[in-house]
């Protein structure tokens, strides 16, 4: 399977590097052509547009950020659909609204193209590993042919159902996420106020039943103030997402949304 990669950002970057270690041909592209750099050396190759890219790949990994950038890259002139060859796969590893994969692979069947929605979690040190997780949404035996090449980066890759299950399902860890954020930060300024050292009651309670990846989130990256600036827009985009969701079905995201909104307030990004 040829494979092409757009997006090699923290993350996007080794998950492209597994796959070329693990002997698929792949070809890049990127908006900047000094992202390429890194990948100088390897068996790389460099296409000059996304179309070029298409037509070079049976399937197109997209890890860019948001739904704009999905829907830039994929139309238009010079995206990947028009140059796409039929019975190709589009995976979009991006975190988006799953209306947003619904809509491109309503476009990409007029090309016989497949769209499966493939998030992913764990980072770039979990890509570099190859153990992120990869929640897949989209027809079963599309995502059985592309699953190989997700094993160069990913364990586990979970299939999750129909097209968009993928993207709902990793909106909603992030939902629980950020709403374990504002718990987490308010106990350890607690701890502080009543004489205990928030350090030193991290270091207990991660090894204690209140333990909590969001508690050993903010210790790694400084407290709640530094992983705004480094995460606080992309919550609050995945909060806004998951929100929409809710409306649309008519649910009640209830106490945890109420939680998440807290600590979206206190990072200073309100949803």
Request: charged share 15%.
């Given at each position: 399977m040829?494979?092409g990669?757009i997006?090699l950002?923290s993350?996007?970057?080794?998950m492209?590097?597994?796959?070329?270690?693990?002997?698929?041909?792949t070809?890049?592209?990127?908006?900047r052509?000094?992202?390429?750099?890194q990948?100088a050396?390897?068996?790389?190759?460099?296409a000059?547009?996304?179309s070029?890219?298409?037509?070079?790949?049976?399937?197109?990994?997209?890890?860019?950020?948001?739904d704009?950038?999905v829907e830039?890259?994929?139309?238009?002139?010079?995206?990947?659909l028009?140059a796409?060859?039929?019975g190709?796969v589009?995976?979009?590893h991006?975190t988006?609204h799953?209306?947003?994969?619904r809509?491109?692979?309503?476009k990409a069947?007029?090309?016989?193209v497949?769209?499966?929605?493939?998030p992913v979690?764990g980072?770039g040190?979990?890509?570099a590993e190859?153990r992120?997780?990869?929640?897949?949404?989209g027809?079963?035996?599309v995502?059985?042919?592309?699953?190989?090449?997700f094993?160069?980066?990913?364990?586990?890759?979970?299939?999750l159902?129909?097209?968009?299950?993928?993207?709902?399902?990793k909106l909603?860890?992030n939902?629980l996420?950020?709403?374990?954020?504002?718990t987490a930060?308010?106990?350890?300024?607690?701890?502080?106020?009543?004489g205990?050292?928030p350090?030193?009651?991290?270091?207990?309670?991660?090894?204690?039943s209140?333990n909590?990846?969001a508690?050993?989130?903010?210790?790694?990256?400084?407290g709640?103030q530094?992983?705004?600036?480094i995460?606080g827009g992309?919550?609050q985009?995945?909060v806004?997402?998951v929100v929409?969701?809710?409306e649309?079905?008519g649910a009640?995201?209830?106490a945890v949304?109420?939680a998440?909104?807290?600590?979206?307030?206190?990072?200073?990004?309100p949803?």
């Amino acid at each position: 399977m040829r494979v092409g990669f757009i997006g090699l950002g923290s993350q996007g970057a080794p998950m492209a590097r597994r796959i070329l270690e693990g002997g698929y041909p792949t070809t890049l592209w990127a908006r900047r052509t000094a992202t390429l750099e890194q990948f100088a050396g390897t068996t790389a190759n460099f296409a000059a547009s996304p179309s070029e890219l298409a037509a070079d790949s049976d399937l197109v990994c997209l890890c860019v950020v948001g739904d704009n950038d999905v829907e830039e890259i994929t139309g238009g002139d010079d995206g990947l659909l028009l140059a796409m060859k039929p019975g190709g796969v589009i995976a979009v590893h991006s975190t988006v609204h799953p209306n947003t994969c619904r809509g491109l692979a309503k476009k990409a069947a007029a090309q016989r193209v497949s769209v499966i929605d493939a998030p992913v979690s764990g980072g770039g040190p979990a890509a570099a590993e190859g153990r992120l997780l990869v929640m897949v949404g989209g027809d079963a035996d599309v995502v059985e042919r592309c699953r190989p090449v997700f094993e160069t980066y990913a364990d586990p890759v979970v299939h999750l159902g129909e097209l968009g299950t993928g993207q709902t399902t990793k909106l909603l860890n992030n939902l629980l996420f950020t709403a374990n954020l504002a718990t987490a930060a308010t106990t350890l300024s607690l701890a502080e106020a009543l004489g205990v050292d928030p350090d030193r009651l991290a270091q207990v309670v991660s090894r204690s039943s209140g333990n909590s990846f969001a508690l050993n989130a903010l210790g790694g990256v400084g407290g709640l103030q530094r992983l705004a600036g480094i995460a606080g827009g992309l919550l609050q985009k995945d909060v806004r997402l998951v929100v929409d969701l809710a409306e649309q079905g008519g649910a009640n995201a209830g106490a945890v949304l109420d939680a998440a909104d807290a600590t979206l307030a206190l990072m200073g990004h309100p949803r």
